[in-house]
T-cell receptor, first 116, second 111 residues
Framework: DVKVTQSSRYLVKRTGEKVFLECVQD?????MFWYRQDPGLGLRLIYF???????EKGDIPEGYSVSREKKERFSLILESASTNQTSMYLC???????????????FGPGTRLTVT | AQSVSQHNHHVILSEAASLELGCNYS??????LFWYVQYPGQHLQLLLK??????LVKGIKGFEAEFIKSKFSFNLRKPSVQWSDTAEYFC?????????FGTGTRLKVLA
């Protein structure tokens, strides 16, 4: 059973703080993703990684960075948190299935971040 | 531009009613299509997916979806909904790595 875990379910931070969100998967998946989920906007991709130390920008990378030092762990970093980064953050992972692109993504429970 | 459109943002149905949620996409090349569901307080999970073959795909809990290439659509259906189907439903399309998600449809089923 695939498991994707996120370090916190709820987090409250102050404006300007540096925030780390951690994600760990236990299925040896190559691909990992960070999304933010906002009402009426669906899921928007922040960053993804298809291998250790590799990262690609998603659709809304501004204000975020990521780190993937180990295959199972993908961290999202808010360098200086702002109120407009208050959101639900979802981590996901997937393996490489054929045909390429047919993979299922497995999601973590999410971290609800509030920036005050 | 690549995009996914879900036309219904909120749907309210009575139990035993039939369900159809619309999904249209704009994507160059071969597409892989998915429906995900998020029950209240739970993880997003896969309902069903299409990547080739029979355009009518069946998923969990009695859901099905039909891929109509000429209409760029992948609508989700269920003949008779239950109260437990209350959830948010997301359509998604993928290429090699990235997914593009629709904005979601909140379904409320009245007992």
């Amino acid at each position: 059973d695939v498991k994707v875990t996120q370090s916190s379910r709820y987090l409250v931070k102050r404006t300007g703080e540096k925030v780390f969100l951690e994600c760990v998967q236990d299925m040896d998946h190559e691909n990992m993703f960070w999304y933010r989920q906002d009402p009426g906007l669906g899921l928007r991709l922040i960053y993804f990684s298809y291998d250790v130390k590799m990262k690609e920008k998603g659709d809304i990378p501004e204000g975020y960075s990521v780190s993937r030092e180990k295959k199972e762990r993908f961290s999202l970093i808010l360098e200086s948190a702002s109120t407009n980064q208050t959101s639900m953050y979802l981590c996901a992972s997937s393996g490489l299935q054929l045909p390429l692109g047919s993979y299922e993504q497995y999601f973590g429970p999410g971290t609800r971040l509030t920036v005050t | 531009a690549q995009s996914v459109s879900q036309h219904n943002h909120h749907v309210i149905l009575s139990e035993a009613a039939s369900l159809e949620l619309g999904c249209n996409y704009s994507y160059g090349g071969t597409v892989n299509l998915f429906w995900y569901v998020q029950y209240p307080g739970q993880h997003l999970q896969l309902l069903l997916k299409y990547f080739s073959g029979d355009p009518l795909v069946k998923g969990i809990k009695g859901f099905e979806a039909e891929f109509i290439k000429s209409k760029f659509s992948f609508n989700l259906r269920k003949p008779s909904v239950q109260w437990s189907d209350t959830a948010e439903y997301f359509c998604a399309v993928s290429g090699t790595y990235k997914y593009i998600f629709g904005t979601g449809t909140r379904l409320k089923v009245l007992a």
